[in-house]
């Protein structure tokens, strides 16, 4: 959904022919012959969609879906085309659907099936991008929000740059997180999904590849050079361009700052967002509040703010979405909310037009008038309206066509850095056998490491959370602490 954010003033603006005129016009303004909201270039075995619509921060509305959808099909079934590639012109990637335009059309009992049906077009697009038989880049040079989410989330590899801003923002507008978001947050690391679903808290450059959001992490500055790395692939498989883009990765700076989400904060964020009541979180919180860990005390008390703004109906919903998700395939996520989009549409909380109207009509900054106005008053009556096949508000729910594609059985995360579980194995059996060194550690789990960059310093923060880290002479040594 549609989102505001700072962005990044570097983006790809065209993928024409070879290196060198990627790089003219990433420093050259656009001509009015490309003016279109979506361009499709081809450049050798490769081919680009270019999100173009600028001035809307790539916002997506019906014809943009529409001519994706009908250029991705048409590149699926070409022997010519070895390797479909999404980027962008301007600040964002995509920030979202046009969310606006969609509220306006379910206001009117008339025009509300198109309302529905712009959530229909959206998810069936986001779907065909997860099955596609080609190999998929989605660079996310910018903002990448909601329905951007949706565009990039199943591309086998997901470009994150120090440009990236990613968010799933629809609890502030009232609304919940879609574009298979039931699927693809529960998958990521203990808690960390259902935190991003109820919070829409932004994660930014590395956090998101951290986070296994992205498979891959590179400059800004890179884009180009990548963009002509892929182009000149002759005959790419998968395995060829996942060095080509590892090949660009940027390792921590010692001056960069850690990730949000790391230590004694992700400990606490596991133990609040485990609960599966928006009650039972809340209270989690503010028992954090009086943690002796100065970080763990002031997150807390930042997200509950950051709580307290959000709509109560959003969150139970939202909270509900992501429990049942998790046991979903990405088609019955995505067949689930297609039934909460159209209980939105067909007014069955008021919350979704009082947000879209405060955050991006009026453009209020203080806590839109929610009703219910607390989590405590939203009724499960209320939440039942979003879930149940008997709900009059789903009547105009539609059956998502995604039956014709062969499933293509591809995990999202296998070019991510490896999961917490994999890794958590691999440390325990290390440390259980008694105290290691933390370098004695890193020798030992060496090729685990050398698979991928990024995994040692993913290993150090499972370390410092899960065993007991003594230093002594400058050696610092993990004891592991036990389930």
């Given at each position: 959904m549609l989102a505001?954010?700072?962005m990044?003033?570097?983006?790809v603006?065209?993928a024409?022919?070879r290196?060198r005129?990627?790089a003219?016009?990433m420093?050259?303004?656009?001509a009015?012959c490309?003016?279109?909201?979506?361009?499709?270039?081809?450049?050798?075995?490769?081919r680009?969609?270019?999100?173009?619509?600028t001035?809307k921060l790539?916002?997506l509305?019906a014809?943009?879906?529409?001519?994706?959808?009908?250029q991705v099909?048409?590149?699926?079934k070409?022997?010519?085309?070895?390797i479909?590639?999404?980027?962008s012109s301007?600040?964002a990637f995509c920030a979202?659907?046009d969310v606006t335009?969609?509220?306006?059309d379910?206001?009117?009992?008339e025009?509300?099936?198109?309302a529905v049906d712009?959530?229909?077009k959206?998810?069936e697009?986001?779907?065909?991008?997860?099955?596609?038989?080609?190999p998929?880049?989605?660079v996310l040079d910018?903002?990448?929000m909601?329905?951007?989410?949706g565009?990039s989330i199943?591309a086998p590899f997901?470009?994150a740059?120090?440009?990236?801003?990613?968010a799933m923002p629809?609890?502030?507008?009232?609304?919940?997180?879609d574009?298979?978001?039931?699927?693809?947050?529960?998958?990521l690391?203990?808690?960390v999904?259902?935190?991003?679903?109820?919070?829409?808290?932004?994660l930014v450059?590395?956090?998101v590849?951290e986070h296994?959001l992205a498979?891959?992490?590179?400059?800004?500055?890179?884009?180009?050079?990548?963009?002509?790395?892929l182009?000149?692939?002759?005959?790419?498989?998968?395995?060829?361009i996942?060095?080509?883009?590892e090949?660009?990765?940027?390792?921590?700076?010692?001056?960069?700052a850690r990730?949000?989400?790391?230590g004694?904060?992700?400990?606490a964020?596991d133990?609040a967002?485990r609960h599966?009541?928006v009650?039972?979180?809340i209270?989690?919180?503010?028992?954090s509040?009086?943690?002796?860990?100065?970080?763990?005390?002031l997150?807390?008390k930042?997200?509950?703010e950051?709580?307290?703004?959000r709509?109560?109906?959003s969150?139970?919903v939202?909270?509900l979405?992501?429990?049942r998700g998790?046991?979903?395939?990405?088609?019955?996520?995505?067949q689930?909310e297609?039934?909460?989009?159209?209980?939105y549409?067909?007014d069955?909380?008021?919350?979704?037009?009082?947000?879209?109207?405060?955050?991006?009509?009026?453009?209020i900054?203080?806590?839109?008038g929610?009703?219910?106005?607390?989590v405590g008053?939203?009724?499960?009556e209320?939440?039942?309206?979003?879930?149940?096949?008997?709900?009059?508000y789903?009547?105009?729910a539609?059956?998502?066509s995604?039956?014709n594609?062969?499933g293509?059985?591809?995990?999202?995360?296998t070019?991510s850095?490896?999961?917490?579980?994999?890794l958590?194995n691999?440390?325990?059996?290390?440390?259980e056998?008694?105290?290691?060194?933390i370098?004695g550690?890193?020798?030992?789990l060496?090729?685990?490491?050398?698979?991928?960059f990024?995994?040692?310093?993913k290993?150090?923060?499972i370390?410092?959370?899960?065993c007991?880290?003594?230093?002594?002479?400058?050696t610092a040594?993990?004891t592991?602490?036990?389930?």
């Open positions: 505001i954010a700072r990044s003033n570097h983006k603006t065209t024409i022919t290196a005129a990627i003219s016009h420093s050259t303004s656009a009015p490309l003016d279109q909201p979506v361009l499709f270039q081809s450049n050798g075995s490769t680009t969609f270019i999100l173009n619509r001035k790539n916002t509305n014809a943009m879906i529409d001519a994706l959808r009908h099909e048409l590149w699926s070409s022997d010519l085309c070895r479909i590639i999404g980027t301007g600040r979202g659907g335009s969609v509220l306006r379910a206001l009117d009992a025009t509300r099936p198109r712009f959530f229909r959206e998810f697009l986001d779907y065909v991008l997860s099955q596609l038989p080609k998929y880049v989605a910018g903002i990448t909601g329905g951007g989410v565009l199943n997901r470009v740059t120090d440009k990236t801003v990613f629809e609890t502030k507008i009232g609304f919940f997180p574009v298979g978001a039931s699927y693809f947050l529960p998958r690391d203990g808690e999904g259902t935190y991003l679903a109820l919070t829409s808290e932004t450059g590395r956090e590849f296994g498979t891959h992490y590179i400059t800004s500055r890179s884009v180009p050079t990548l963009l002509a790395h182009a000149a692939l002759e005959n790419p498989n998968f395995s060829q996942n060095r080509t883009i090949e660009l990765h940027v390792e921590r700076q010692p001056n960069e990730g949000k989400l790391t004694t904060v992700r400990e964020l133990a967002f599966d009541t009650e039972e979180i209270q989690n919180l503010e028992a509040t009086g943690a002796s860990d100065a970080r763990v005390r997150w807390a930042q997200t509950l950051t709580l307290h703004m709509s109560p109906t969150l139970k939202a909270l979405a992501q429990r998790r046991h979903m395939s990405l088609s019955e996520a995505m689930m297609i039934g909460i989009a159209t209980a549409c067909s069955a909380s008021q919350d979704f037009r009082t947000g879209i109207t405060a955050a991006l009509i009026d453009k900054q203080s806590r839109p929610w009703v219910p106005d607390d008053n939203v009724s499960p209320t939440v039942d309206r979003f879930f149940s096949e008997h709900s009059p789903r009547s105009l539609p059956k998502l995604v039956d594609f062969p293509r059985n591809f995990d999202f995360m070019y850095l490896p999961s917490e579980s994999e958590l691999s440390i325990r059996s290390v440390c056998k008694g105290p290691m060194t370098p550690l890193l020798r030992t060496d090729d685990v490491c050398k698979r991928k990024g995994t040692a310093e290993i150090l923060d370390v410092h959370r899960k007991d880290v003594t230093t002594s002479n400058g040594t993990a592991w602490k036990g389930e």
